[in-house]
């Protein structure tokens, strides 16, 4: 039988993921700033009149990166399920994730944490960030939404004796999530950085 055309709006969600995924490629291989709209169009197989469909402009296809980016990497380390371990669940899948980037390998220097396994260094991010307050802006939101989901774990932990009590659950989760920040920029600038001694302190900090 023929092969039945794809409906337009997939076809539109289609053209948008390829454009994303060129734009991971070229930003890991060349950073935020040195690949052309045309050399992300053309790594994707479309034109500028199809990016310009999707995206307003340079920075508003950096946010649809980062948040294609984080938000599977959140999804990902953030445990649901039995919500009386959660948060400790989330602690150790995001040291893990962090000790999966290693070390640094002697002979090529530092190693950038890259986010989600896409290629993408952490720092980059920040970069952009730092130069665009739409991006920051968003960026700013993803965080603060990983609190929110944080913050419930915590709070679920706390009812069931897990976590414990005689702390601010969101205030916890912001923590732990500025924790998270500052662990991927102790790596960026070579800080000695054991992921097991602090995934360990960290669990009985928040032990109930």
């Known amino acids: 039988m023929p092969r039945r055309p794809r409906s337009r709006d997939a076809s539109k969600r289609g053209t948008r993921e ?3 995924h060129a734009g991971m490629a070229e930003f890991a291989a060349h ?3 040195a690949p052309s709209l045309d050399a992300i169009c053309a790594r ?3 034109t500028r009149g199809a990016f310009y469909v999707h995206f307003k402009d340079r920075d508003d296809f950096i946010v ?3 948040e ?3 938000g599977p990497f959140l999804d990902a380390v953030i445990a649901t399920g039995d919500q009386a371990r959660d948060l400790e669940r989330t602690v150790r899948r995001y040291v893990e994730s962090i000790g999966q980037i290693g070390p640094p390998p ?3 220097g530092r190693r950038s944490p890259r986010v989600a396994g896409t290629g993408v260094p952490f720092h980059r991010l920040l970069e952009a960030c730092a ?3 739409r991006i920051r802006g968003r960026f700013v939101a993803l965080l603060q939404e990983a609190i929110e989901r944080v913050a419930k774990a915590a709070g679920a932990g706390q009812a069931a004796g897990s976590v414990r009590s005689d702390v601010d659950a969101e205030a916890l989760a912001t923590l732990l999530v500025a924790a998270a920040l500052g662990a991927a920029t102790a790596l960026e600038i070579g800080l000695p950085f054991e992921p097991e001694r602090v995934r360990s302190a960290v669990l009985d900090l928040i032990g109930g």
């Open 68 to 70: 294609r980016v984080l």
């Open 131 to 133: 130069r665009s307050e």
């Open 64 to 66: 649809g990166v980062m």
């Open 106 to 108: 002697r002979r090529t």
């Open 18 to 20: 390829a454009l994303l």
């Open 31 to 33: 950073g935020l700033d």
């Open 44 to 46: 994707a197989g479309y």
